[in-house]
């Protein structure tokens, strides 16, 4: 299994179980505004009914996730569960073959940051309308990581905003590096299950979000701006990996 962090980063874990933005959203520069985005509503289909196989395929997921809870791919999920862009571009970094940085590589830290602040604001509309449980919620059991449970208590299950921004991450770096676009990939696509570990969202929830950040992707694809920087961080990263 990938690691990154330290040992005893682990440990405490367990332990404590450019292109200039067009708008702002409190803290956090997005290239567009929510309305510029695609309708997650309109096109996603709502999370799976109560009583439906889904649900139950949804339901054996999060068991083989709390089956994974004490391992060490257990300690990655909580290390996961820091969401931030700086833990991203961290986390990403063996896969991409460079950690991203304000310092080292101005222009890719600027399009990556910029473009998965769009897939996290992408996904609100969706969270509001369906305000889907989250598991630990409906199961009336706590996640592997308890002191993070009020802040995400009643803040909608579906989509998953982590993994939206990690395969947000994921997509664009692959087409920046597609030379280590498998390992790329791989590395999204297992911090999306880190969520579905934890006990903070369903499968159905992440493989939701999955969609989400292609539509995003798109979205940005047909932007000159974005397109512009894309370009520049393409040069820049020419100099930097091999």
């Not at 990938?2 to 367990?14: N, Q, W, Y």
């Not at 590395?187 to 579905?196: H, I, K, L, T």
């Not at 499968?203 to 000159?224: G, N, P, T, W, Y």
Request: aromatic share 10%; hydrophobic share 35%.
């Amino acid at each position: 299994m990938r690691r990154f962090l330290p040992l005893a980063v682990f440990t405490l874990l367990i332990a404590s179980c450019g292109t200039p933005s067009k708008t702002q959203v409190g803290r956090a520069q997005t290239n567009f505004r929510a309305e510029q985005l695609p309708d997650m509503v309109a096109f996603l289909p709502g999370p799976p009914d109560f009583n439906s196989s889904d649900f139950i395929a949804d339901s054996l997921r999060y068991e083989w996730g709390k089956s994974l809870r004490c391992s060490e791919r257990g300690a990655q999920a909580v290390a996961d569960a820091n969401g931030n862009t700086e833990y991203l571009f961290a986390y990403f970094a063996p896969a991409f073959g460079i950690e991203v940085t304000p310092e080292g590589t101005p222009e890719t830290y600027r399009l990556l940051k910029l473009a998965i602040n769009d897939a996290s604001l992408s996904v609100h509309g969706a969270k509001k309308y369906y305000k889907r449980p989250r598991p630990f919620e409906h199961f009336g059991e706590h996640t592997s990581l308890p002191s993070a449970e009020p802040r995400f208590r009643g803040t909608g299950s579906y989509p998953s905003g982590h993994t939206v921004r990690a395969w947000e991450c994921a997509l664009m770096m692959a087409e920046l590096n597609p030379s280590r676009q498998n390992e790329i990939l791989k590395a999204g696509y297992e911090y999306g299950q880190s969520r579905v570990i934890c006990g903070y969202h369903y499968q159905s929830d992440v493989d939701a979000a999955r969609l989400v950040a292609a539509a995003v992707f798109a979205r940005q694809h047909a932007d000159k701006d974005i397109s512009r920087q894309i370009e520049k961080a393409k040069k820049e990263l020419a100099k930097k990996i091999k």
